[in-house]
Structures are given as C-alpha cells and as structure tokens.
C-alpha cells in the first residue's frame, strides 16, 4: 500500500499565496482535508518574485488578498499600516500576475472562501485524493478559526 507522502506527490500541487491574514492557513487546512495537496507560501515576506514556482512547480496558483481593515480585524494582534500592505502587494505582483483564481478574502467566511475554491478545483477537474492529507504546520494565527 503507498505511504501517504508517496500519494501526495502524486496528486496535482496547489499553491496559495497571498497577503498576511488574508487566510492562506485556514484555505490549505480546508483543501488537504478534503483530499488536495494544498500548500501555502509565505511569499509575502520574501523578495524571491516567483518563490511560488520554487519547491514544486503548481498546477493551480491561488492568490488571496485582503484590505487593511479586514487584516486588522483577523489579526489584531499585530500592527498593521497601508505602507505594509502595499509592500505586500508589491512582493505578491509577480504571484498575482499568475494567479489562476484570485479572491479578495476582506468580506468573506473562511467556508465561502473555501467553496469558492473547492467549486473551481472541481470545474478544473483538479484530482484530489478519497481521504484527507496530512496537515501543514499554520503559517500565522486567524480569527477564522
């Protein structure tokens, strides 16, 4: 019987990336539970451009965004300002220029977002596989949870 790392790898990679707080943990968390090798990137704090095609080139790249008030409300925990934002959005172009599904996560659930995402992997017929995968340690803390 294959282990569950040999599985994974043979299943499509999916990529998230996107600004802090804006739910990259909680959409992966979503997605390998339901059976996708969802992987989220932290390129919002590199100046690597494409560090999202480093470690595996994706099948499907999704770029979620969030405004300064929706950041400050999912993370009060940290300082946010419009010049970090913007520096975000700046690290994230070449990201978002790829991007294959783009959501703004600012008025969003975590569960819309996550049939937003699962209704687009399906129409892509994207495979996934019967059982969850294993879960990836969160890359921040979210009020979503």
Do not use: C
Request: hydrophobic content about 40%; glycine content about 6%; overall charge positive.
């Amino acid at each position: 019987m294959p282990t569950a790392s040999l599985m994974t790898e043979k299943l499509p990679l999916i990529k998230v990336v996107g600004v802090s707080a804006s739910g990259k943990s909680t959409l992966v968390s979503g997605l390998r539970t339901a059976g996708w090798n969802a992987r989220p990137v932290s390129q919002e704090h590199s100046e690597v451009q494409d560090l999202w095609k480093q470690f595996g080139f994706p099948q499907i790249l999704i770029f979620l965004d969030n405004d300064l008030k929706g950041q400050q409300a999912r993370r009060p925990d940290v300082s946010w300002d419009a010049a970090n934002l913007a520096e975000e959005h700046r690290r994230l172009r070449h990201a978002y220029d790829h991007a294959d599904l783009r959501i703004n996560t600012g008025n969003l659930t975590a569960g819309q977002v996550q049939e937003m995402v699962t209704a687009f992997l399906g129409a892509r017929a994207i495979r996934r596989s019967a059982t969850s995968l294993p879960l990836l340690p969160r890359t921040g803390s979210s009020k979503l949870d």
